[in-house]
């Protein structure tokens, strides 16, 4: 059956399903049982699956990566929502030193299938600790996957291939696109659903590989558009941790000119290691250097000035722009 | 009488019952003058109306968000008028009544939830630290903050104390049980204030706690006790002397002052989907402002001059807020660059020259007609 879905209803589709589908699967966090989380992506899960299986937890981040860390030992699938973006960072150890370890202290005899949900990103008015994009920390420990989606077809299938997997996965949901809608086979296979690892070219190009994830895939796939005079390539990363490099590295050769955009600063970001890899791998075929579009290094500002924080399709058109200038 | 509430606690400790009488406690005699009835009647009314202009001005999409204090005046200002000039008071982010008491502008107020600035206010001036929106990690700061006291060797009768204000719902963050063992174990002079408003969000203490809050202290302790939340003198009362004691070397604190969320968590939050009507309207019956107005009443300590008073300062100031709010101005785009370091930093200053240059582009452009 084929339903227009918002990304945020396509995420409680595939909880729902995943959750069907598997009685070890739970769903834990701050508000996520009657009022069905702050952007209602675990609405009426409690409903249906009970308060056994969709916990209200304490209002604790390390509580609630730690237990779903004992509740996996015991042979669990935990999803926590993680409020906002900025408010992960009390489950640090949790999640860095624990989650992420588990299987090279324990030599491969435990897994920990713990998921993360967390909203991210900014560019809705909110105050501080709601809109940032803390991604590169988790791609930067090993240990664990860090996803993002862009789309709600993606989400659907994701959020599912998060939950079976048998690694930790962080799965960071898009917030101020948690309602924009497209058409979702909601009956299909998991099999007809592309691997979570991998990139999807979102629109085809021939002059420059624009490359992006999460929020930033529309404001890439606009700033396309309206590139008239060239032909723009819009790779959507979807896996942050791992990178499918085969795919960017096979548009980057066509192409040969790579534009990065993300909302996190650029200052050791998951532009600055894609960059650098495919300038090794693509050294020959690069017609400029990899340019990066991102965040400056400075706390998230205030909401009344993040319209000139957040890389938007200027900016990124400045930066195709620049490319082109080689 | 017996002492016990249905569920074998203890009573609150209350002052002022909802019926506006008043009442002697053994522990938490108060001795106030007239004079600061209608000082705290005042404060109550003003800053309600703060909350209610607040309220309105986000739904004119002046501020993108407010967190209300309804219901909560009274644990405010009757913890906050409590306290001395040198003493020093670290909210969360609902502490428009203490904000309001330590002397803080309420357009500051207007100015962080407009998204103008991040809190902005110097907490020296004021002593009030900046409101904290991570849960419950300014009851450490707080607590370090006595510790720096007793360093000083700042406390003494005549000396300074703290006061850490966090909610229920922050009582389950590790930071919290972290600040009561570290203001245990140094004895620092700290009190924690616990306004337990019955909801964090959606969810209702008990998914926070077995046993009631105040008691939690004797684990780490120090004493802990339960106040009427809604009795501006209890709130008055008893964090006077926990502040007291403090103060004079008796170390640590927990208040939880009982009282309850009036309205939405934020103007975001939609609480019909949690929490029932009836649960409203059994506490609109124990309002913080028509109890004290009840006592001032029957007492002939306010006559209908005052209070007509009041509520015309009230309008006032409200009228002064909105046209506040709307002229706050608009931080520069290169205001993204303040305030990152204090020292010169190349990084931010390249970043910065390159988006001004950037910026500039655009007005060369609108000059040529646009891209
Ligand atoms: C570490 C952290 N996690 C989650 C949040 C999101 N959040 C904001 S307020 C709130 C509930 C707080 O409840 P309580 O402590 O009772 O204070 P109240 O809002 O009732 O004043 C939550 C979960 C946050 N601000 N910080
Ligand atoms: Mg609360």
Redesign the interface.
């Known amino acids: 059956m084929s339903v227009n879905l918002t990304i945020g209803k396509a995420i409680n589709a595939g909880l729902r399903r995943a959750m069907e589908s598997d009685p070890k699967v739970l769903v834990m966090g701050e508000d996520v049982g009657r009022l069905g989380g702050v952007f209602r992506v675990t609405d009426q899960l409690h409903k249906d699956f009970g308060a056994d299986r969709v916990i209200d937890t304490p209002l604790a981040e390390s509580g609630i990566v730690g237990t779903a860390i004992g509740l996996a030992l015991r042979g669990y699938r935990p999803v926590c929502e993680i409020q906002f973006d900025g408010f992960f960072f009390p489950a640090t150890n949790q999640t860095f030193s624990q989650l992420a370890k588990m299987r090279r202290r324990s030599a491969g005899a435990l897994s920990v299938p713990v998921v993360l949900r967390i909203p991210y990103g900014g560019g809705i008015g909110a105050v501080e600790h709601h809109s940032e994009s803390p991604e590169a920390y988790f791609a930067h420990t090993a240990g664990l996957r860090v996803v993002t989606v862009a789309n709600a077809v993606d989400a659907y299938w994701m959020i599912q291939q998060a939950i079976t997997s048998p690694d930790p996965v962080v799965f960071f949901e898009p917030k101020r696109r948690y309602y924009d809608k497209a058409e979702v086979d909601t009956d299909a296979s998991p099999d007809s659903a592309a691997a979570m690892g991998s990139a999807r070219i979102a629109r085809q190009g021939s002059d420059l590989t624009l490359l992006a994830y999460g929020p930033m895939v529309k404001t890439a796939l606009q700033a396309a558009e309206a590139e008239t005079e060239r032909s723009i390539e819009v790779v959507d990363l979807r896996s942050l941790a791992p990178v499918d490099y085969a795919t960017v590295e096979e548009s980057v050769r066509r192409t040969g000119r790579l534009v990065i955009a993300h909302e996190a600063p650029v200052t050791g970001g998951i532009g600055g290691e894609v960059a650098a890899r495919i300038t090794e791998s693509c050294f020959y075929h690069l017609e400029s250097p990899v340019i990066r579009v991102g965040a400056f290094d400075t706390p998230y500002p205030q909401s009344r000035l993040e319209e000139h924080y957040l890389p938007d399709l200027d900016r990124i058109l400045d930066g195709v722009d620049r490319a082109f200038t080689y | 009488m017996s002492n016990n509430t249905a569920h074998g606690e203890p009573e609150l400790v209350q002052l002022l019952t909802p019926d506006g009488e008043l009442r002697d406690h053994p522990d938490y005699p108060l001795e106030i003058s007239t004079e600061e009835i209608r000082g705290l009647y005042r404060d109550l009314v003003l800053v309600r109306r703060v909350d209610t202009e607040a309220v309105a001005l986000q739904r004119q999409g002046e501020l ?2 407010w967190a209300s204090l309804l219901g909560q005046e009274a644990a405010q200002i009757g913890s906050a008028r409590a306290l001395r000039p040198q003493d020093m008071a670290f909210p969360s ?1 609902r502490e428009h009544g203490v904000a309001w008491a330590r002397g803080v502008a309420p357009k500051e107020l207007l100015g ?7 809190g902005g206010w110097d907490p020296a001036q004021y002593g009030l630290h900046l409101y904290t ?4 990690s300014q009851t450490l700061h707080a607590t370090g903050y006595a510790m720096g006291i007793q360093r000083d060797g700042a406390t003494g009768e005549d000396g300074s104390a703290v006061v850490a204000y966090f909610g229920d ?2 009582s ?4 919290t049980s972290e600040a009561f063992t570290f203001a245990a174990v140094n004895n620092a002079p700290v009190v924690f204030f616990c306004q337990n408003n019955q909801w ?4 209702p203490p008990d ?2 706690m077995r046993v009631p809050l105040y008691r939690r202290a004797a684990g780490f302790g120090f004493p802990g006790v339960r106040i009427d939340g809604n009795d501006v003198l209890a709130s008055l009362a008893v964090t006077r002397k926990a502040m007291q004691q403090a103060r004079e070397g008796q170390g640590p604190m927990l208040i939880e002052a009982f009282t309850y969320r009036m309205g939405a968590h934020t103007t ?2 939609d609480p019909t ?2 929490r029932v009507p009836a649960e409203l309207e059994e506490w609109k019956a124990k309002d913080p402002i028509l109890r004290l107005r009840a006592h001032m009443q029957a007492q002939g300590i306010a006559g209908d001059d005052f209070f007509t008073e009041v509520e015309s300062e009230a309008d006032r100031l409200g009228e002064q807020l909105r046209a506040e709010c709307r002229s706050l101005p ?2 520069a ?1 290169l ?3 303040h305030e ?1 370091y204090a020292e010169p930093n190349t ?2 200053d390249l ?1 910065r020259a390159e ?1 001004a240059d ?1 910026l500039a ?2 007005e060369d452009a609108g000059a040529e007609g646009g ?1």
Request: charged share 20%; glycine share 12%; hydrophobic share 35%.
């Open positions: 993108g968000l982010y962080l939830f407009r998204g103008v600035t991040n929106i991570v849960i419950g719902g922050a389950s963050q590790g930071d964090a969000i959606s969810e998914r926070q975001n939050d989907r949690y608009d931080p785009p205001d993204i660059f990152v990084q931010i970043q988006f950037y582009s655009f891209r």
